[in-house]
Nanobody, 115 residues
Framework: QVQLVESGGGLVQPGESLTLSCAASGSILRISGMGWYRQVPGKEREWVARVLSTGSTNYADSVKGRFTISRDNVKNTLYLQMNSLKPEDTAVYYC?????????WGRGTQVTVSS
């Protein structure tokens, strides 16, 4: 089974940017949809963004206009460019297939937005 490893998180101040990466251990070329999700302790994991094999993207309203999702099918890597970060973006970020989560969840990468 494909394993997913997220990276790129960190502690930033409000308004700053981060780029997250998700490296897959196998090919994502034939996977139609890939997505980013996030989870805050005590809350359910929520969907953030998705990109289809066609390049079509869609975003949760809370991040629309600030986040950009992309995929590199050669490098088997998913990205999430996050701009204008807000404290409410603080969460552990995960990647997986979309809309159904096919693979086991990785460890995620922690993003903390705080002044």
């Amino acid at each position: 089974q494909v394993q997913l490893v997220e990276s790129g998180g960190g502690l930033v101040q409000p308004g700053e940017s981060l780029t997250l990466s998700c490296a897959a251990s196998g090919s994502i070329l034939r996977i139609s949809g890939m997505g980013w999700y996030r989870q805050v302790p005590g809350k359910e994991r929520e969907w953030v963004a998705r990109v289809l094999s066609t390049g079509s993207t869609n975003y949760a309203d809370s991040v629309k206009g600030r986040f950009t999702i992309s995929r590199d099918n050669v490098k088997n890597t998913l990205y999430l460019q996050m701009n204008s970060l807000k404290p409410e973006d603080t969460a552990v970020y995960y990647c997986n297939t979309y809309p159904t989560r096919t693979f086991s969840w990785g460890r995620g990468t922690q993003v903390t937005v705080s002044s």
